[in-house]
């Protein structure tokens, strides 16, 4: 029996990146149940809720569409998060790179016309990446030179993103479409769009192309010079320096690469979606893209599944309100108790493994 | 008379070492007893054992003759055990009493009882000649008033027996004699000191009796009178140290760094260095000696470019590299930097062994491949680099953090002498080292030196300094003092200029 023990133990010590998953996972479990519970004091059928949930995140063709469809733009952001995180910055304007990644793709996207789609999109894409990149070198610069903290600049970025997104489409504003009433540009030409993948759905090649840079981001962190200098700042800036790397060059490059991938998510939703620029088009996918990111484990082959998760709450929310008359904040409830719980996975974890870990003295293995 | 701790066959296993292996230890009452070996020989591990931080997987512990069993520390210290540990446990932003008192505050009615405290903290400050201020807040106070402060808690709180864990490694020269007369003091007050080293000089200064422990067993108790430092040396390596490194006569180049009439200043704004000269050939190992807080930081700081000089010139390796970027320190410099704190600037303690050893060469040949790093070259050079300095206690693909101290500077060693520098800068290079892994680091330097590698060696320790260089520079308030041949230079003399005597 002791025998067995201290082998599941160098089974846990050798599998970390599995545990962790498994870690993931169970932090999901607890924050259901807890949901449930609040579910229930609320007078509501928590059994029924989330048969619900998983109905409108799965229950038809276009159930699913929907789920995958709000994978995509959290997919993006969770991958933008992470890889200025990996450097040591907590980007918050993640959504302030997704609205002006969408503005520039929305201009680009109706203004050039005559072009085949094979060019356009692209150009389209890159605009709104390049957008984006520019609100993330902002911090970024300011960080590094002047040391300003990225938490205060980005958030007043964000602020500065969506009213200047929100003038362009206003009555008088320099993008405001002249066909409709609503405060929207234009549509973008067809030859912009980003087409669909699947019949009688709207779900479109966004998905992939954000799985795409899940792996580039990925060979960019493990296996390139700049991903291993990024990383070596993010976790001791101190030594990074002393070994001759320039640290505030990082910043700049990290937060360049996190808006690029921010402006991509805005730029997608834009010519996969929503074809016209509105105001606040993105309902939120910068902030949980935080979520989905520490979710993910601020690993990008993590945030693939994380983002689908988010993606199954979001597009099953709206069910669960018709169904079950669950309010829809119910749902934001739940993914705020997943984080929890994953913020609380670590010294959670750590009781539960130590606690497993002891030797029948009490004591703790040190090297878990 | 009975012992008043007994420890009785410990036996205490990690997950891939045996951290004390049947261990029997016994101290008497009123004696400074030391616990010498090399780092990671068991020391500590049984220390936390004594103090209720770990269990034991088999043994007995006898306080006074009385069986023990520790939960934890809070246990220990009822049996008027305490233990002063290598980093304190003060919180900067209180006073000292408030530090001392904290878990065991004195009230009066439902307010805190600060003066009686004060009084109390007074009273035994002056009784065991602690000199301490109660009303001070730590961050303003010296490392050895922390300290003392450390040991005064302790005191507060009723220990007879105390635990110093390596308490001279913070310590300059003089307030480890300071800290010798309070732990005398102590003694002479009945109080049982254990008192755990790796340096036998302090072994032989301060305890009555010493047990060596080695690989996690017992060697030998024995009494201090009847040893000496090379047989305790013996005992805790296993085999014969060379205390004397072996200089032969070597042929001196030409000059590889060159400093001239450089001014700099501290990280508050105040002038840290000033008219600096100095003229480092190859073949040549120059001490720079000093007490700590002379500048020596900031010295290394411009020598790598981590620091702007605000007058002066750097020149290294022929070219001119005052105010540059620390990379061109590298790659036009040609140097090798091993700083004094190796787990703030050494390391990255979350990153794997074989991400360690590339640190700093990722952008060179053969790691770097375009874009991309390779990191099969990056292993395979790690392996043969742990193979080549003897690296032991885990494998590449573990975390830095893992290793034990001794280890984690030989992974600083192994990496920046591998660059093939012109001039290395070693920077208290065996720093919380312990015997082993000091004669390892030394003869890696005597060895670079031999092969023509100009040699900048800063340390705290005069006789390090003394053992290594060819010539000797002191360093007194961010100004060069003097300068001795090493062969001539009296220990006196020296010691006399780093405190800011002598002639100027």
Redesign the interface.
Known sequence: MKMEKSNL??II?KNKGAFSFIKAFIAIILALILGAIILLLMGNNPIEAYSALVQGAFGSKRCFAETLLSTTPLMFGGLAFALAYRCGLFNIGVEGQIAMGGMAAAFLGYSLTGLPPIIHLPIVLIGAALMGAVWGIGPGFLKARFGVHEVISTIMLNYIAFKITGYMVSVKGPMKSLVDEMPASPRILSSAKIIRIWKGTRLHWGILIAIILAVVVYYILF???????I??VG??S?????????VPRHFVIAMMLSGLLGGLAGGVEICGVHYRLLAAFSPGYGFDSIAVALLGMLHPFGIIFSAFLFGILRSGAILMQAMAGVSKDMVQVISAIIIFFMGMSEPLGKYFTERFMR?K???????I | MEPIIKMENIV?????VCANDHVNFEVKKGEIHCLLGENGAGKTTLMNILYGL????EGKIFIRGEEVYF?GPSDAIKKGIGMVHQHFMLIPVFTITENLILGAEPVKGPSLDIKKAEEEITALSQKYQLNIDPQAYVMDISVGMQQRAEILKLLYRGADIMIFDEPTAILTPQKVKELYKIMNFLKENGHTIIFITHKLKEVMDISDRVTVLRDGKVVDTVETSTTNPSKLARMMVGREVLFRVEKPKKKIGKAVLEMENVFAKNQRGLPALQELNLKVSEGEIVGIAGIDGNGQKELTEIL???RKVDNGKIVINGKDLTNR???????VGRIA?I?EDRL????????PLY?NFI??L??NKP??KG???D?IKAKEFSQELVHKFDIRGSNIESLAN?LSGGNQQKIVVARELQRDPKLIIASQPTRGLDVGATEFVHQQIIKQSNEGKAILLISLELSEIMNLSDRIIVIYEGKFRGEFNAQSASEEEIGLMMAGGGVS
């Open positions: 133990q160098q010590f296996k390139t010079r700049l991903g291993y200098k990383r070596a976790k001791n101190f030594a990074a320096e002393t070994v001759g790397i320039n030797n003295d009490g004591n703790i293995r040190k090297d | 205490k296993r990690f997950p891939l770990y269990g034991c997987d939960k790598t470019g981590l970027e620390t990379r061109e320190f590298f790659t930097y700083p703030l600037r050494g390391l990255i303690l979350d990153f991400e640190l700093g990722q952008d790691f770097a874009v991309f790093l990191f893992t």
